[in-house]
């Protein structure tokens, strides 16, 4: 559970940074693309924050089924595991 | 009918000053802004002389998207814009409600290229480049950036004439306005200044060696000159037909009257006499002159041995023996390259404005062929009403301007 916190701590940290967000708008339920202002272009720039601190490379197609934050941890967090156990 | 076509903003970010009021002091002072990068001798580089400016801290000023696409040399287009619109008042009201083009010179944008190239290799996985890279690295990089955050609606496109760009894309300007095929369009040139930009220059041995003082190495038209010092920046040039500026009540800064083309036909680095021979008359018969009506001469004089004799002969041949003033202000700013044509334009406009012509620093002694031109040292305290200004460029790409001062 330590673990998890502390990848969502790093997400909050890296999306703040990235897209220019207060952290504090953040949330678990708050809606992804309108808390962050992504258009198509910024999908492109998720995707390499996120290899640039997971190591794992997005598909353009697993966005489709994160809306919130809580989505997001979620899906980070399955594939940081994955890669554990692979 | 043919309109005439004004200037009514400028702006300029270069190694001299940051504003038209700090370069304006430089011109007039004899500042020079090249200093030596050790980044560059680290590098390999045969000379590691530059001219310097900060980046700008765009934060505040522009938001997250903006910035990430501009590249370095985009940064300072924008800068330069932003002075020149103020100058100009041309707001985002006017702009919104009125077609205003841009038209910008810009010849390379080195470092997107080379670090989108790092990823790819590295990573093998091109979407990790990320999105802002390609509207960094395309050449029109400064015209699609400063067209999407000015929200500008009118001609918009790119100009690359190597070390002519910026002349060239006022000069085009000039005939979009001329023409009636618009009414204001925001012209100028860009130059990247990063330590990866400069590296197949540095290959030719274009550079002056001169490293142990850095602000005596450029040396346009002295017989000890040894080769360019590369520079930089923004400059913005606001033009406007008479009648747009009129009914808007800008102030006019000046009136562009002449502009000559010419390509030299020869070979793609060694300049010829006849190429800007061609230019010079074509911008004179085009702005109706006589060489005895210019004031001023803006040499394009880069501190190469070939290329200042030839201009030096050009100059000769269509003004005749000492009598225009002539000054490189290559000798303070380095060679701004894309940018200098833009860049020379405003600071001749600053000298016209303020009554004074600008020295060729370092200008000790003369060659044999710089000894018939009136080569201004020292700051001359002068009334400027029409001045001239030159821009050569690699595969003999030429370009004249004439800019009278305004009057009804």
């Known amino acids: 559970m330590k673990q998890n916190e502390e990848i969502i701590e790093k997400i909050n940290h890296f999306l703040s940074e990235e897209f220019e967000v207060d952290e504090a708008r953040i949330t678990p339920g708050g809606n992804v693309k309108e808390v962050l202002e992504l258009d198509s272009l910024d999908y492109i720039d998720l995707v390499v924050v996120i290899e640039s601190n997971f190591s794992f490379k997005v598909k353009p197609e697993d966005f489709a089924s994160i809306t919130t934050f809580s989505d997001f941890y979620n899906y980070v967090i399955s594939r940081v595991n994955s890669k554990e156990l692979a | 009918m043919n309109k005439r076509v004004v200037i009514t903003g400028m702006g300029i970010y270069s190694c001299i000053g940051k504003n038209p009021d700090e370069v304006r002091d430089s011109l007039y002072v004899g500042r020079s802004g090249i200093i030596l990068d050790p980044v560059r001798k680290e590098m390999g580089y045969r000379s590691g002389l530059t001219g310097f400016v900060e980046r700008p801290a765009l934060k505040g000023m522009l938001d997250r998207r903006s910035r990430i696409m501009l590249p370095e040399q985009g940064e300072y287009a924008y800068m330069a814009t932003v002075q020149a619109l103020e100058q100009a008042k041309l707001d985002e009201d006017y702009i919104n409600e009125h077609e205003i083009g841009i038209l910008y010179g810009n010849d390379s944008s080195a470092k997107p290229v080379i670090d989108a190239t790092d990823i790819m290799r590295e990573k093998k996985d091109n979407m990790l480049i990320g999105s802002a890279s390609v509207f960094q690295t395309l050449n029109s990089t400064i015209t699609m950036n400063l067209s999407t955050i000015f929200k500008l609606r009118g001609v918009n496109f790119t100009i690359s004439a190597a070390c002519a760009s910026g002349s060239h894309a006022i000069g085009l300007g000039y005939h ?47 017989r000890s000159r040894d080769g360019l010092i590369p520079s930089g920046g923004g400059a913005t040039i606001v033009l406007e037909s008479l009648e747009s500026a009129i009914k808007r009540g800008a102030t006019i800064l000046g009136e562009v009257i002449g502009y000559g083309f010419s390509s030299n036909g020869e070979h793609i680095s060694n300049p010829t006499v006849s190429g800007p021979v061609r230019s010079l008359q074509m911008a004179m018969k085009d702005a109706g002159m006589n060489t005895a009506d210019i004031d001023y001469i803006n040499a394009h004089a880069t501190s190469t041995p070939a290329g200042d004799t030839s201009e030096a002969k050009a100059l000769y041949t269509v003004f005749g023996e000492g009598t225009v003033p002539v000054s490189s202000t290559k000798s303070m700013t380095g060679h701004e390259c894309w940018m200098a044509g833009a860049s020379e334009i405003v600071y001749s406009l600053l000298m016209m404005h303020h009554g004074f012509i600008a020295p060729n620093i370092n200008f000790e002694h003369p060659d044999e062929d710089s000894v018939k031109l009136n080569i201004v040292k020292t700051t001359a305290e002068k009334d400027i009403n029409v001045f001239l200004s030159n821009s050569f460029g690699f595969g003999g790409t030429n370009s004249s301007l004439i800019v009278r001062k305004w009057s009804k």
């Open chain 2, 176 to 222: 979009f306005i001329k023409t009636g095929l618009q009414d204001c369009i925001i012209t100028g040139g860009a130059q990247e200044i990063n330590c990866y930009s400069m590296a197949t220059f540095d290959a030719l041995s274009a550079f002056s060696i001169h490293e142990e003082n850095p602000q005596t190495a450029s040396r346009p038209f002295d």
